[in-house]
């Protein structure tokens, strides 16, 4: 079968619009990515972002994925050194660019890149524009935790480096609504990250939060747990950590190197001697178990919160497993309506500062 020209066929189905360039293994990984979504879910088509030819010789191969993709022709690239403010200037040919027009118009549900970040973001932010009552969209990330869901959402990590009190508390109801929504926590208990869990430490900004966020906690149904420390990030004393997007970048990227280390030097012991290499081999199911939790491509996709449509940036490096994971939350959040959710609850709780677009 030949590739749709038109989504008649696909309506059943979950849109996604994948920007199938600018990542660090170029497309051939985004098209394999794409493959394994498609054979583990039924119920999601795709609208990949490219040039066309390429992008054709590569999905021509895979009858299954072929039968449910549209290519959509767009020359240009964002490469990761590009400035953001000359992406949103110069870009409107490029597959970033028309993976997010896809959104704006209602044609797809939600939208996948693995390109360069800032540019997304600033990208995201002029065609989609922010929800009511945001003032600034965050990114969100599932961290792996001791908590029995597995993850702990955190946010902001890296959408903007600064954040007033005001804008921590909507990163807290935003987060909230997607721990709710995403994995199913009834009351999701809310922490703020600081360099101690006293009430008196901390900038200015993180005190004033700190109020803020106590105060809506029961009217918005959350529990606040008060200040967390960075050991809390992957342990079970919240399910949701809001921070500034400087510190969350740093954290999760000093997460990312940790784990990568662990698997280093575990693979550098084991190697060590005849005894140690027999050790590994009795403890390989043990291993692979403990690889699984820690493999940070199960978790890859940061969730662009408080736009007016839903973004999934995968990591720039990430393989085809980790970008068929950011498919696979792309598409669970779009099923269940997550961002209309989270529209409503942040309409609701707090006002805008800003007049909505029209």
Not at 95 to 113: D, F, L, Q
Request: hydrophobic share 40%; charged share 20%; proline share 4%.
């Amino acid at each position: 079968m030949t590739a749709p020209t038109d989504h008649t066929s696909a309506n059943a189905r979950t849109l996604i619009s994948v920007d199938a360039m600018g990542g660090d293994q170029g497309p051939a990984a985004v098209v394999a990515g794409c493959l394994i979504s498609a054979k583990a879910n039924p119920d999601i088509s795709f609208i990949l972002h490219g040039p066309e030819a390429e992008l054709r010789a590569l999905v021509v191969k895979h009858p299954l994925l072929e039968s449910r993709t549209t290519i959509r022709n767009a020359v240009g690239v964002v490469t990761m050194d590009d400035k953001p403010s000359h992406v949103v200037r110069t870009g409107k040919d490029t597959s970033m660019w028309s993976a997010i027009e896809a959104v704006r118009s209602g044609e797809a549900a939600v939208a996948v890149s693995c390109g360069n970040t800032g540019a997304l973001m600033a990208l995201s932010m002029i065609r989609l524009r922010k929800l009511p009552g945001v003032n600034r969209p965050a990114i969100a990330v599932l961290y792996p935790s001791s908590n029995k869901q597995g993850f702990n959402v955190m946010l902001d990590v890296g959408a903007d480096i600064k954040a007033d009190a005001d804008d921590l508390l909507r990163f807290a109801l935003m987060g909230m609504s997607y721990a709710r929504n995403g994995l199913d926590v009834e009351r999701p208990r809310i922490g703020l990250l600081n360099v101690g869990t006293e009430e008196h430490k901390g900038r200015t900004e993180l005190k004033e939060a700190y109020d803020l966020i106590r105060d809506h906690s029961t009217e918005a149904a959350f529990e606040f747990v008060g200040f967390v420390e960075g050991g809390d990030i992957s342990g079970n004393k919240a399910d949701v950590i809001v921070t500034d997007g400087f510190t969350g970048n740093v954290a999760i990227k000093t997460g990312e190197g940790t784990a990568s280390l662990i698997g280093q030097r575990l693979r550098e012991a084991f190697k060590y001697s005849i005894l140690s290499r027999l050790a590994s081999l009795l403890a390989y199911t043990s291993l692979m178990r403990l690889r699984l939790k820690i493999d940070p491509r199960r978790v890859n996709g940061g969730v662009f919160l408080g736009l007016n449509g839903t973004v999934v940036k995968s990591h720039g490096s990430a393989d085809a497993t980790g970008i068929s994971a950011a498919i696979k939350l792309a598409a669970q959040l779009s099923e269940n309506g997550f961002n209309d959710k989270l529209a409503a609850r942040v309409a609701a709780a707090l006002p805008s500062e800003e007049p909505a677009p029209q």
